[in-house]
């Protein structure tokens, strides 16, 4: 009896010990609300690999995502694992002892990924990594193939080409473009979407290098042709708000927009009918380079106070794995930062083409790092040039300004 008694102990504490990590709930916390229902596929593919863990998976208005994140870290309740901003806004968090270091020992598909994906994850000063790139976005022009063909349109090889595209169809009753700026976020996609190419990769390069600011000739010049372009907008643009330039065009009452590649699986969604094709936005001649701007979106985190360390590090690294990627591609539709995917929609391989022949996403991947933000001084200055209340010149010498109050390149 003696015996049983014993052994019965034994294998009651031996269950209470393992119990613990057979059932761990992990947190993890997101922005992206209108991606949660494949989210939890996802998670369901992961669990059913992990017996014993499970995730609970929670979303947050996106604007004010930051403040609910940080607050809770602050005080000790965040997430186990969450969606971390990239660039300036990773620092943030990651700069106040928040996160977890992520490298190749606890997170090996790391060392495989883009080196400009890994750099968005990464602060600058310890070039210590906190997160694993989940996206890529490409600014540039999407267009609505039935309108083009009805009107016998093709894809532009210069600005030129462009203008007369837009002048054909305006002639025909229809928007040549659908983009309104009243969402202040959009007046920086614009200048993404339509100067890059005609600013040039020299611009980007000498602008690193120092050599260049934002009077620079060839920066005014793109700004110049950005704000001739908007002659094609809508009627009342500056008052046009996100979700009703997006309705325009996925209606067909537009033929063209400038947005992000994420935009191609907003328009799928909301007109499963439309037939899309998309470019770079051509330069003044037909030999210039055409470039699209381009950053990475956002990275999955670890909490470093989590009580659930090993769990957690298993989540990451299947977010990390070329299978997630392949299944974030797919469902979606959305360039993943997984190296390896193969992209089965026609339109994802292009932007991936597009890719080849791209610069950053200037004031985003780097000008967010200090007071005032590149994003919040742009978004203003292009706002004010498309209303007539400054010249190009004016944005270019404000930026400048405005950012030598923490950029030191530019403290002359």
């Keep these: 009896m003696k015996k049983l008694v014993s052994s019965t102990i034994i294998a009651l504490g031996a269950l209470a010990t393992a119990l613990p990590a057979m059932a761990q709930e992990l947190t993890f916390w997101s922005w992206r609300q209108e991606d949660k229902a494949q989210y939890e596929k996802f998670i369901d593919v992961f669990e059913a690999k992990n017996p014993g863990i ?52 606890n997170v090996p598909a790391l060392e495989k990924f883009a080196p400009a994906a890994v750099a968005a994850e990464t602060v600058r000063s310890s070039k ?122 996925a209606s067909g009452m537009a033929g063209m927009f400038v947005g992000g590649s ?22 003044l001649k037909a030999g210039d380079e055409k470039l699209v701007a381009q950053y990475f979106d956002g990275g999955y985190a670890v909490n470093a106070k989590t009580t659930k360390k090993e769990a957690a590090l298993k989540l990451v690294n299947f977010l990390a794995s070329q299978e997630f990627g392949q299944m974030f591609a797919d469902d979606l539709n959305n360039i993943s930062a997984v190296p390896g995917v193969n992209f089965k929609d026609p339109l994802l391989g292009e932007v991936a083409e597009l890719n080849k022949h791209s610069i950053p996403y200037i004031m985003l991947v780097h000008f967010r790092y200090g007071e005032p933000s590149g994003s919040v001084l742009l978004q203003g200055e292009i706002q004010k040039l498309f209303g007539g209340k400054a010249t190009p010149e004016e944005v270019g010498k404000n930026l400048t300004t405005g950012l030598a109050a923490w950029y030191a390149p530019f403290k002359k």
């Design 128 to 249: 210590i990594t906190y997160a694993v790139p989940f996206a890529s976005q490409t600014m540039l022009v999407i267009y609505n193939k039935d309108i083009f063909d009805k009107n016998g349109l093709k894809e532009p090889e210069t600005f030129d080409e462009l203008v007369k595209a837009s002048e054909k169809l305006k002639a025909a009753g229809i928007m040549p473009f659908g983009n309104g700026t009243a969402t202040a976020w959009q007046n920086e996609v614009m200048v993404g979407g339509i100067a890059s190419t005609v600013m040039g990769r020299g611009f980007y390069d000498d602008l690193m290098a120092g050599k260049a600011d934002f009077t620079d000739k060839r920066y005014i010049e793109a700004l110049t042709k950005l704000k001739e372009i908007t002659k094609y907008f809508p009627d009342g643009f500056i008052g046009l708000d996100y979700a009703s330039s997006q309705q325009l065009f």
């Design 262 to 283: 994420y935009e191609l699986s907003n328009f799928k969604k909301q007109n499963p009918g439309i037939k899309m094709g998309i470019f770079a936005m051509p330069g």
């Design 54 to 105: 499970t995730v609970k998976f929670e979303t947050f208005e996106a604007t004010n995502y930051n403040t609910i994140l940080s607050t809770a870290l602050a005080g000790g309740s965040g997430p186990d694992l969450m969606f971390a901003r990239a660039y300036g806004g990773l620092e943030n968090v990651a700069n106040a002892g928040y996160l977890l270091p992520l490298d190749k020992t």
